[in-house]
């Protein structure tokens, strides 16, 4: 993605494990969930990037989780939306991309902002916490054409933003619908810009 070669020295690890370019030139994030693998890749001094990527299915104890590691609000969000029925896997893949975007661990995951904030009666995305760079999320839905759907999120943090070159590796095609554009700006937070 870079289009230059380079080793396994070319690339440094942070205190906290996160790796990274020494040069400053790009930063990357990398996820993965069932057969998929994602990376995220900015260009430019001062920038940060991570991504999560997660395989929407029927899995065991999602409400418990919700309720350990997500704020009341994106609980709600999570367990009442019948809206496509991966509301869980779109708060839990943006507080994941937020945690590996600061190279932090899922242990600390009840400690990030909000990701869902009520306006008008109603519960939608959002980032709720004010931040000292501009911040911006993207939520994407994958399908296959086996109908295996993944939801995929990544953040680009640091002025002069654009949004950040996703590619994703797997067996089969897929088709790459955005959910959601979250700005956080420095202050006040934005709210999200949904996409039809």
């Not at 600390?108 to 760079?133: I, Q, R, W, Y």
């Not at 911040?135 to 759907?149: C, G, I, P, Q, S």
């Amino acid at each position: 993605m870079t289009e230059r070669p380079f080793s396994d020295s070319d690339i440094m690890l942070e205190e906290n494990g996160r790796p990274y370019f020494p040069d400053g030139k790009e930063d990357f994030n990398i996820s993965h969930s069932g057969a998929l693998t994602a990376v995220s890749l900015v260009s430019g001094k001062k920038l940060r990037t991570g991504c999560d990527v997660e395989l929407v299915k029927p899995r065991a104890g999602t409400i418990k989780i919700a309720e350990e590691f997500f704020t009341a609000q994106e609980r709600d969000y999570a367990i009442a939306s019948e809206k496509n029925r991966s509301a869980f896997f779109e708060v839990w893949t943006l507080k994941e991309c937020y945690l590996k975007l600061r190279g932090l661990t899922v242990l600390e995951m009840k400690h990030t902002p909000s990701f869902v904030s009520e306006k008008e009666g109603c519960l939608h995305l959002a980032f709720n916490a004010a931040t000292d760079k501009p911040l911006t999320f993207y939520l994407y839905e994958l399908k296959d054409t086996a109908n295996e759907r993944y939801i995929l999120a990544a953040a680009i943090e640091g002025t002069e933003q654009l949004p950040p070159e996703i590619r994703w590796y797997s067996q089969s095609t897929l088709h790459a619908r955005s959910i959601a554009e979250i700005k956080a700006a420095i202050s006040p937070a934005e709210t999200v810009s949904p996409n039809s």
